[in-house]
C-alpha cells in the first residue's frame, strides 16, 4: 500500500511512485534505500504543496534553497540536510530522464559546511603521565622513542612509521638539536627538529635497535620481527600505554599530534611556525587550533587584562 497518496497531493505523488518503482525496477536498489527516498521527498512535497506549489515542474532553485533553509531551521544537521537534498537532486535528474523537467534546479544548490569537529588533545599534565615510560625493556624504550617523537615533532603515523634510520641526524653535544627529515603528505620532505626528551629517547633506542632489526632492514622503528613497525602495531602500543600509566583518554598518534600543535600554540601564538612544523600546506587547516586555543587564551585574559577585572560593588 503506498501511504504517500493519502497525504501527498496527486500532482506531487504520481512522479515520486514513479521514481520509487524505477528505483527498485530498473536500478535494483533495496526497500531499505526506496524508503529513505521516500521519507526526504514526502517532506519535500508537503513543505512545497503547503507553500502554494502545485506541481515539481514549479520548483526552481529558490525553492530548493527554501528547502535546506527550513531543514536548518528544525535543527537538522548539516549531514541530514545533504541527505535531503542528494534525494531530491537524484529524484529532479529523472524527472528529466522522463521529460517532466528540462533542467535540475538543486544541482547549484548546496547543503550548509559539516562543522569540521576540533582535534582532541591532552593537557600537559596529562602528556607527563603518559610519557613517564621507565625501564631497560627494548619495546618500552622504543615505545617512548616513538611517543617522544611523535609529541616532540608532531608526527603524523604514517610519517613516523616510514622514516628510516638514515634520516636521522642527531648532534653529540647534549643541548645541542638534532634533525630528521620526514616524508609528508604529497611527497613533500621536511625537517623535524630533534631535541630534549626526544632527542634522549632516541638515542637510547638507536643504541639497542641493532638487537632487533633484521639484517639490511632499513627502519628507524621495527617490531618485535625486525621489521618495519606497522600502523596497527603503533596504535595498539599507545592505547596499551595510556592505560597502564594511567591517563583517562584514550591515546592515539593522532592525539599525541594534536597536543603538539596546540600546547606549542598555546605557548609561542605563532600559527605559521605550527603550520611549517605540522607540515600543512595551507595555514588554514593549521587554524583549527586557534580555536582550541580560543579558550585558554580567554582565561589568559580574565586574570590578566586590567579592563577585564570584576568591578567591585559599592555595598562590598
Known sequence: MNFEHDVVPENFAQPLQRFYDYLINEKGLSERTKANYQQQLTTIALQLSESGLTCWQDIDAAWVRQVASKAKREGLKASSIATRLSSLRSFLDYLIVIGLLQANPAKGVSAPKKQRPLPKNLDVDEMGILLEVQGDDPLAIRDRAMMELMYGGGLRLAELVAID???????????????????????????????????????????????????????????????????????????????????????????????????????????????????????????????????????????????????????D
Not at 252 to 281: I, Y
Request: zero cysteines.
Open 165 to 315: 634510520a638514515k634520516q636521522v641526524h642527531l648532534s653529540h653535544g647534549k643541548m645541542d638539536q638534532g634533525e630528521i627529515r620526514v616524508i609528508g603528505k604529497g611527497n613533500k620532505e621536511r625537517k623535524v627538529p630533534v631535541s630534549g626528551y626526544a632527542k634522549e629517547w632516541l638515542e637510547r633506542w638507536l643504541h639497542i635497535r641493532p638487537s632487533l632489526a633484521a639484517e639490511g632492514e632499513p627502519a628507524l622503528f621495527v617490531s618485535q620481527r625486525g621489521n618495519r613497525i606497522s600502523h596497527r602495531n603503533v596504535q595498539k602500543r599507545m592505547a596499551e600505554w595510556g592505560i597502564k600509566q594511567g591517563v583517562s583518554s584514550h591515546i592515539s598518534p593522532h592525539k599525541l599530534r594534536h597536543s603538539f600543535a596546540t600546547h606549542l600554540l598555546e605557548s609561542s601564538g605563532n600559527l605559521r611556525a605550527v603550520q611549517e612544523l605540522l607540515g600543512h600546506e595551507n595555514i588554514s587547516t593549521t587554524q583549527i587550533y586557534t580555536s582550541l586555543d580560543f579558550q585558554h587564551l580567554a582565561q589568559v585574559y580574565d586574570k590578566a587584562h586590567p579592563r577585564a577585572k570584576k568591578i567591585k560593588s559599592s555595598d
